[in-house]
């Protein structure tokens, strides 16, 4: 694991996503508070499904001013680095 010091200078897209408490796929909202799983076709409430965030951010790090776009993924426990590119 790579870990990568800086500051964050620029915030580029931002997004969530309801997902599934069984598969952790994306979930479609169907009819009032009751969504179906894409992937596994559970049927559930809204409000019990997971809330995944989607982040990417431009980190200018501390060596050599370099700058890196950086792709997040999570929830509200964890924050996963998916991708990132020296700009």
Known sequence: MATVHGKIVEVMNVSKTVVC???FKKVTPKI????NC???KVMQFLSSCLLHWYLRVLVQTNE???RRLVCL???AQYCLV?????L
């Open 32 to 35: 009032d508070k009751v969504g």
């Open 38 to 40: 894409e992937s596994c």
């Open 64 to 66: 050599n001013e370099k």
């Open 21 to 23: 408490i069984s598969c």
């Open 82 to 86: 998916i991708g990132q590119r020296e």
């Open 73 to 75: 993924i999570g929830g």
